[in-house]
Nanobody
Framework: QVQLVESGGGLVQTGGSLTLSCEAS????????MVWYRQAPGKQRELVAE???????NYADSVKGRFTITRDHDKNTVALQMNSLRTEDTALYYC???????????????WGQGTQVTVSS
Protein backbone atom coordinates (compact mmCIF):
# COMPACT_ATOMS: atom_id res chain seq x y z
CA GLN A 1 0.00 0.00 0.00
CA VAL A 2 1.41 3.38 -1.05
CA GLN A 3 1.61 6.22 1.41
CA LEU A 4 2.71 9.81 1.04
CA VAL A 5 3.35 11.42 4.39
CA GLU A 6 4.08 15.12 4.70
CA SER A 7 5.69 16.80 7.67
CA GLY A 8 7.26 20.09 8.67
CA GLY A 9 4.32 22.42 8.58
CA GLY A 10 3.65 24.88 11.35
CA LEU A 11 3.29 28.48 12.41
CA VAL A 12 5.98 30.97 11.46
CA GLN A 13 6.27 34.75 11.33
CA THR A 14 6.59 36.76 8.16
CA GLY A 15 10.12 36.49 6.82
CA GLY A 16 10.73 33.18 8.50
CA SER A 17 11.56 29.79 7.05
CA LEU A 18 10.12 26.29 7.08
CA THR A 19 11.09 23.06 5.42
CA LEU A 20 8.39 20.63 4.36
CA SER A 21 9.20 16.98 3.80
CA CYS A 22 7.29 14.23 2.06
CA GLU A 23 8.14 10.55 2.11
CA ALA A 24 6.64 8.01 -0.24
CA SER A 25 6.57 4.42 0.92
CA UNK A 26 5.15 1.10 -0.20
CA UNK A 27 7.24 -1.12 -2.51
CA UNK A 28 7.98 1.78 -4.84
CA UNK A 29 10.45 1.12 -7.63
CA UNK A 30 10.48 4.63 -9.06
CA UNK A 31 8.54 7.89 -9.14
CA UNK A 32 8.26 10.22 -12.10
CA UNK A 33 7.50 13.72 -10.85
CA MET A 34 7.12 14.84 -7.28
CA VAL A 35 5.09 17.98 -6.71
CA TRP A 36 4.11 20.34 -3.95
CA TYR A 37 0.70 21.97 -4.22
CA ARG A 38 -1.04 24.30 -1.83
CA GLN A 39 -4.58 25.39 -1.18
CA ALA A 40 -5.53 28.44 0.81
CA PRO A 41 -9.04 28.87 2.24
CA GLY A 42 -11.47 29.89 -0.45
CA LYS A 43 -8.91 29.46 -3.22
CA GLN A 44 -8.14 26.80 -5.78
CA ARG A 45 -5.32 24.37 -5.29
CA GLU A 46 -2.19 25.62 -7.04
CA LEU A 47 1.12 24.10 -8.01
CA VAL A 48 3.97 25.43 -5.91
CA ALA A 49 6.96 23.49 -7.18
CA GLU A 50 7.78 20.24 -8.93
CA UNK A 51 10.86 18.17 -9.56
CA UNK A 52 11.20 15.53 -12.26
CA UNK A 53 13.06 12.27 -12.24
CA UNK A 54 16.10 13.94 -13.81
CA UNK A 55 16.12 16.76 -11.28
CA UNK A 56 14.48 19.33 -13.49
CA UNK A 57 12.43 21.79 -11.47
CA ASN A 58 9.56 24.18 -12.00
CA TYR A 59 8.21 26.84 -9.64
CA ALA A 60 5.18 29.04 -9.39
CA ASP A 61 6.13 32.64 -10.10
CA SER A 62 5.00 33.64 -6.63
CA VAL A 63 7.64 31.46 -4.95
CA LYS A 64 10.58 31.74 -7.33
CA GLY A 65 13.69 32.81 -5.50
CA ARG A 66 12.19 31.98 -2.12
CA PHE A 67 11.37 28.26 -2.27
CA THR A 68 13.62 25.37 -3.26
CA ILE A 69 12.45 21.86 -4.05
CA THR A 70 14.78 18.89 -3.77
CA ARG A 71 14.33 15.14 -3.89
CA ASP A 72 16.17 12.03 -2.83
CA HIS A 73 15.51 9.20 -5.27
CA ASP A 74 16.94 6.53 -3.01
CA LYS A 75 14.67 7.49 -0.13
CA ASN A 76 11.66 8.51 -2.26
CA THR A 77 11.48 11.82 -0.49
CA VAL A 78 10.92 15.37 -1.60
CA ALA A 79 11.53 18.51 0.41
CA LEU A 80 10.43 22.09 0.04
CA GLN A 81 12.65 24.70 1.65
CA MET A 82 10.61 27.86 2.11
CA ASN A 83 12.34 31.12 2.93
CA SER A 84 11.15 34.70 3.26
CA LEU A 85 7.66 33.48 4.00
CA ARG A 86 4.73 35.82 3.48
CA THR A 87 1.24 35.80 4.87
CA GLU A 88 -0.03 34.85 1.43
CA ASP A 89 1.94 31.60 1.67
CA THR A 90 -0.49 30.43 4.33
CA ALA A 91 -2.16 27.28 3.03
CA LEU A 92 -2.50 23.56 3.31
CA TYR A 93 0.47 22.10 1.44
CA TYR A 94 0.08 18.78 -0.35
CA CYS A 95 2.66 16.41 -1.72
CA UNK A 96 1.80 14.62 -4.94
CA UNK A 97 3.67 11.89 -6.78
CA UNK A 98 3.17 11.19 -10.48
CA UNK A 99 4.04 7.97 -12.24
CA UNK A 100 4.69 5.59 -9.39
CA UNK A 101 6.13 2.31 -10.59
CA UNK A 102 5.57 -0.32 -7.95
CA UNK A 103 6.60 -3.94 -7.72
CA UNK A 104 3.99 -5.33 -10.12
CA UNK A 105 1.78 -2.28 -10.32
CA UNK A 106 1.58 1.30 -11.56
CA UNK A 107 -0.17 4.32 -10.07
CA UNK A 108 -0.53 7.42 -12.20
CA UNK A 109 -0.74 9.83 -9.29
CA UNK A 110 -1.02 9.77 -5.54
CA TRP A 111 -1.61 12.47 -2.93
CA GLY A 112 -0.63 13.01 0.64
CA GLN A 113 -2.99 14.32 3.30
CA GLY A 114 -1.42 17.75 3.54
CA THR A 115 0.44 19.77 6.12
CA GLN A 116 -0.65 23.21 7.29
CA VAL A 117 1.61 26.22 6.93
CA THR A 118 0.52 29.41 8.64
CA VAL A 119 2.48 32.63 8.28
CA SER A 120 1.59 35.38 10.73
CA SER A 121 2.33 39.07 10.32
Amino acid sequence: QVQLVESGGGLVQTGGSLTLSCEASGNIFSIGVMVWYRQAPGKQRELVAEVGSLGNTNYADSVKGRFTITRDHDKNTVALQMNSLRTEDTALYYCQADGLVLMGDYISDYWGQGTQVTVSS
